[in-house]
């Protein structure tokens, strides 16, 4: 056979197995663990593609990021599947298939060898640490900032064979549209500096040299800074970047230091694997950060000793550094200390040293042409495993967070996730468990206060939840949530002006809270103000056209249906 029908043959492959490891997800429920927040009670979402969705979505900071693009294919999935979750998977599932095709292609062009693109592109496809950002419907911007991180390297690829202005301005665009689906990419400017080293071979190759090449790279570090600018702000503004006083720097270092090791050791042995890691906030034990120190300062000695010999032992090495910086931990954002959708990009630099690597300490072997295509066949028919056994876990909230608790430890966040998830399902006494080992584990968890306040009030501990919810909005001031239950809770009681506060105070804080606008007119239509409430009904049936409630309410005050 040619080397085309090799190729095709490794095309053919990397998708047929890529859809029989993940296909599962398109009978998987949304997670109760930001797809709530990102979709199903997203009010913003809810009428798919429109005018007002279209400027919501390039304006909104939602979830701490400026991700106009994913938002918009958020709402592509809306307009065309509704919130049917099938549909959505399906999306994140395509966008994983192209991604595979992609790298194995631009390896394949960059390198011109089949095997070891081959293999890097399967790691990348069939690695269980890759079923997270896959499976996840609000992990969307990494599957889709990654097929724009892959066409930007098609792009400059491209250019490197033939400079010009308007090749250029293609990469330019690209990198553009990666950094508004996601902010992560703002490393792929150093990246494209490494890629100029070794496969393009642009370092001191005719006219060009280090100097020019850096030059070149300016346009897109000027982007970078820009969204990295953006991004930190968004994530200030809802709160998700943890101040310095409540994790310290050394937290912060230590962390940081182990999760370069965590990462590449979960790669090897990919077991264990959740959906959150609870962060330490405590320094870790000394030996762990400086071993960590240690085995990161050896590896970069040897891969740069190895450098003229195998070019690829740098490049990818410092693919993987660079591209884990803006989620490594020393601008902590959210509740954990390292997570497996951050190795979507990064882990592509230790595949390629793995794969390229093979091949090198494999030739002088007898019957390598052999070892090499079992060796890799049972590696790979091994992640392959892993992975169907990890995508079964994200089939629905309950499995996920009870396999979590089983291979974490100390894990509030989840304990709490799962006591919603069995509130929903009508499971008080086992929800209020784990709202009290949540709340044992962190008694500064506002979210896990409000959760215990709810479960109280529904079991007609009115007071007793009262105290909790304050205790929520005492911790945090801005959860909108907790004043919204704070004013049920009042209106409970008969207190109708205490309730009338509380509600005022929920669309004070979040005008988009179509909840806050129902239980307000409700409170006001108690107290005889007839036309106060109609104008907050009627501001809810606005926000959520869907919400039958609110139209039913507002219809019985007007005395007739809506025009």
Not at 203 to 220: A, C, M, N, Q, Y
Request: aromatic letters at 12%.
């Amino acid at each position: 056979m040619t080397p085309r029908h090799w190729q095709l043959i490794a095309c053919i492959a990397l998708v047929l197995a890529t859809l029989a490891g993940f296909g599962g997800v398109v009978n998987h429920q949304f997670i109760q663990f930001d797809d709530l927040y990102y979709l199903t009670e997203n009010p913003a979402i809810q009428d798919g593609l429109t005018l007002k969705s279209l400027t919501w979505a390039l304006a909104t900071t939602r979830a701490g990021n400026w991700i106009p693009l994913t938002w918009l294919s958020h709402l592509l999935d809306v307009q065309l599947f509704g919130l049917r979750p099938g549909g959505h998977h399906l999306t994140s599932l395509a966008f994983h298939v192209a991604n595979t095709l992609l790298l194995f292609l631009w390896l394949l062009r960059a390198t011109r060898s089949l095997g070891p693109a081959f293999l890097a592109a399967a790691l990348f496809a069939w690695h269980p640490l890759h079923v997270e950002p896959v499976a996840w419907a609000a992990a969307r911007k990494d599957v889709l900032s990654t097929f724009f991180w892959l066409l930007t390297l098609w792009a400059y690829l491209r250019y490197g064979e033939r400079p010009g202005g308007g090749r250029y301005t293609l990469v330019f665009l690209c990198f553009l549209l990666g950094l508004l689906a996601k902010p992560m990419l703002v490393t792929l400017p150093l990246v494209l500096l490494l890629l100029d080293y070794w496969p393009l071979g642009r370092w001191g190759s005719g006219d060009i040299t280090h100097k020019s090449l850096i030059l070149e790279k300016l346009p897109l570090l000027v982007l970078s800074a820009f969204f990295g600018l953006v991004a930190l702000y968004a994530q200030q503004a809802v709160g998700a970047v943890a101040p310095v006083g409540e994790i310290s720097l050394g937290s912060r270092v230590a962390t940081a230091l182990v999760a370069y090791i965590w990462y590449p050791l979960k790669m090897f042995w990919p077991t264990g694997l959740a959906v959150l890691y609870p962060h330490p906030v405590e320094a870790l034990p000394l030996w762990q950060p400086l071993g960590a120190c240690f085995i990161l300062i050896l590896v970069s000695f040897l891969v740069v000793w190895g450098a003229r010999r195998s070019p690829y032992l740098p490049v990818g090495w410092l693919w993987y550094l660079v591209t884990l910086l803006p989620v490594i931990g020393l601008v902590q954002v959210g509740n954990q200390a390292w997570a497996d959708r951050y190795t979507y990009v990064p882990l592509i630099g230790l595949f390629i040293m793995g794969a390229w690597g093979v091949r090198d300490l494999t030739a002088d072997l007898p019957g390598a042409r052999v070892i090499r295509p079992v060796g890799a066949g049972i590696i790979l028919t091994a992640l392959l495993i892993l992975t169907l056994v990890q995508v079964r876990y994200w089939r629905d909230s309950m499995t996920l967070f009870v396999h979590t608790l089983e291979v974490t430890t100390d894990n509030y966040v989840i304990h709490h996730d799962l006591g919603v998830a069995l509130a929903k399902e009508g499971k008080g006494e086992e929800a209020a468990r784990h709202f009290y080992q949540a709340l044992r584990l962190n008694p500064y968890n506002a979210r896990a206060q409000n959760k215990r306040g709810e479960e109280l009030v529904a079991r007609g501990q009115v007071a007793a939840g009262i105290a909790r919810f304050q205790a929520a909005v005492r911790l945090k001031p801005d959860f909108v949530a907790a004043y919204n239950n704070l004013g049920l809770a009042y209106a409970r009681q008969g207190e109708m002006d205490r309730a009338l506060a509380m509600f005022q105070k929920t669309i004070a804080l979040d005008p988009n809270f179509v909840p806050g606008y129902k239980n307000l007119g409700l409170t006001l239509a108690c107290q005889g103000k007839k036309r106060e409430a109609r104008e907050m009904l009627t501001k809810a049936v606005e926000l959520q056209p869907n919400d039958l409630e609110a139209q039913n309410i507002l219809r019985d005050l007007t005395g007739r249906g809506r025009d």
